[in-house]
């Protein structure tokens, strides 16, 4: 039976993971703002930012979906070693689901949370081609606005999914209820939570 190989997480666990959870409270709090997260290296498929991420927010209390991309035994075993989260393919039940852009599950399958608990959705972790405040070749222009934004923010997108683009300039859930997703690419992420209002340049 073939074992497994641990990889190293956080260097410094706790500090470290302070960091990166300040600079995901930052991206939430103000969307579009994009923060540096290289507090890990790859896991496998996984670029630093989503590795580091996972490491920062999960933990024995949650439930996480891997789209295929990323549903190996070593990232498996990997978070929950690092994390104690649980795995769920329930996509109903999750609480967090992580994704490339390419595989984007069902979107209306994913919990919302509810008026009394909107913070019970679910959080959406989308690895996209590359993010930027500058417009990239290829990208989806998006324009932001909303709680956190002054006036408004700009935000360049390499392989964005057209789904995804769709879901977030509908906005189909009635407020409070909705998804909050993270971007994340290479060393770095960025947020565009359930009170921001997107438009397409």
């Not at 590795?51 to 209390?61: E, K, Q, R, Y």
């Not at 609480?95 to 984007?104: H, N, P």
């Not at 994913?110 to 690895?127: I, M, N």
Request: with cysteine.
């Amino acid at each position: 039976m073939n074992s497994i190989a641990l990889q190293a997480g956080f260097k410094d666990a706790v500090t470290d993971a302070q960091q990166v959870f300040r600079s995901l409270l930052k991206v939430m709090s103000e969307p579009g703002v994009i923060e540096q997260l290289d507090q890990s290296g790859a896991l496998e498929t996984l670029c630093p930012a989503a590795f580091s991420t996972c490491l920062a927010l999960l933990d024995s209390t949650t439930r996480i979906w891997l789209a295929e991309s990323f549903n190996s035994d070593s990232v498996s075993k990997n978070l929950s070693f690092h994390t104690g989260c649980h795995l769920t393919r329930d996509l109903s039940e999750a609480d967090f689901v992580l994704c490339r852009a390419d595989q984007l599950p069902a979107l209306d399958q994913l919990k919302l949370g509810s008026a009394e608990y909107p913070d019970r959705g679910c959080t959406l972790l989308v690895q996209v081609a590359q993010l930027s405040d500058m417009a990239l070749p290829g990208a989806t222009q998006l324009t932001l606005q909303g709680p956190g934004i002054p006036d408004q923010r700009s935000l360049s997108v390499v392989s964005l999914p057209t789904t995804l683009i769709s879901y977030l300039t509908a906005r189909p859930d009635p407020f409070p209820l909705g998804l909050d997703i993270v971007l994340l690419a290479d060393n770095v992420a960025t947020a565009i939570p359930r009170t921001t209002r997107v438009e397409v340049n």
